[in-house]
């Protein structure tokens, strides 16, 4: 368990390195960071390394944004909900 900041916030583990997989089980990629919104103290992305990309899919630099909102869980994987609107990373 991780221990709690005397303002109740918990920290983020790291994420780094845990696979990605769709609602349907394919897998994506692997997860590389947070994409955070400091005005609004909340995160807004997750940003996914994808080394065999579906047909149509643009990949940046930094691999994809996938939107927050369409992250379903995060433990030892991360899986997402149906398929996401997804963004090439610069």
């Known amino acids: 368990m991780v221990p709690q900041s005397p303002t109740g916030i918990e920290p983020i583990p790291s994420i780094e ?9 394919n897998r994506l990629g692997e997860a590389v960071d947070l994409c955070v919104d400091l005005d609004d103290d909340r995160v807004t992305a997750l940003l996914v390394s994808v080394e065999d990309p579906p047909e149509g899919m643009e990949v940046g630099p930094r691999g994809i944004r996938v939107p927050f909102r369409s992250v379903r869980g995060m433990a030892d994987i991360i899986v997402l909900t149906g398929d996401p609107g997804i963004e090439a990373a610069d």
Do not use: C, D, I, M
Request: charged fraction near 10%; aromatic fraction near 12%; charge should be positive.
């Open 17 to 25: 390195g845990r696979p990605v997989y769709t609602a349907s089980g």
